[in-house]
């Protein structure tokens, strides 16, 4: 579960980065909402995915509440993935 956990997270964090730093950029910059639609979902469905896992892995591993806090924390945060993988998950 851990190895989906971080993948899961990669790919969560790389579709967040994409988002913030190019897909929103291109909508306000050039007025063209285009690949804000297409990152957008499923940019919304990992996210969704990665706090499921995380509750799922806080089960399975006994993380204490400041872990799993941090971990699903670092969702909303640009980068913040991984870091978590680097530090929590490897």
Do not use: Q
Request: aromatic content about 20%; overall charge positive; some cysteine.
């Amino acid at each position: 579960m851990l190895r989906l956990f971080r993948w899961t997270a990669f790919v969560e964090g790389s579709s967040y980065i994409l988002l913030i730093f190019i897909a929103v950029p291109i909508k306000y910059i050039f007025s063209d909402p285009a690949y804000v639609k297409i990152l957008g979902m499923p940019h919304g469905i990992l996210f969704i995915l990665y706090i499921i896992l995380s509750i799922l892995c806080k089960l399975k591993y006994s993380w204490d509440n400041k872990k799993f806090f941090i971990i699903s924390i670092a969702s909303l945060i640009p980068f913040g993935t991984f870091y978590v993988d680097k530090k929590y998950l490897r």
